[in-house]
């Protein structure tokens, strides 16, 4: 992980010793930034029983926002039909609004 942010490498082993339930993260062997990503779908959901597998991707994080994309396919109002999210919050210009915000940077 050299190289990287301390803020990638800090966040990285802290999701690495304390996994979210559900969800299994693994950076990739040659490129920290890229994640391997598997969610088990939540129960009681029209996807119960579903595995999800995605791929993150970490450009200038925190000054970028993450890129998602699906590997599985899926059908949800936000996930366009290549994989990827659509929500305005992952666009780059409200990722650095909402980064200044929550720095006060502004």
Not at 9 to 21: F, G, N, S, Y
């Amino acid at each position: 992980m050299a190289g990287l942010p301390h803020r990638i490498i800090k966040e990285t082993q802290r999701l690495l010793a304390e996994p979210v339930p559900g969800v299994k993260a693994k950076p990739d062997e040659s490129n920290a930034r890229y994640f391997h990503v598997v969610i088990a779908s939540p129960q009681d959901s029209p996807f119960e029983g579903g595995v999800f597998k995605l791929e993150l991707f970490l450009p200038e994080y925190p000054m970028a926002a993450l890129k998602v994309h699906f590997m599985t396919k899926i059908y949800h109002p936000n996930v366009d039909k290549l994989g990827r999210i659509c929500l305005d919050i992952l666009k780059d210009k409200a990722w650095t609004r909402l980064y200044a915000m929550n720095n006060n940077l502004n």
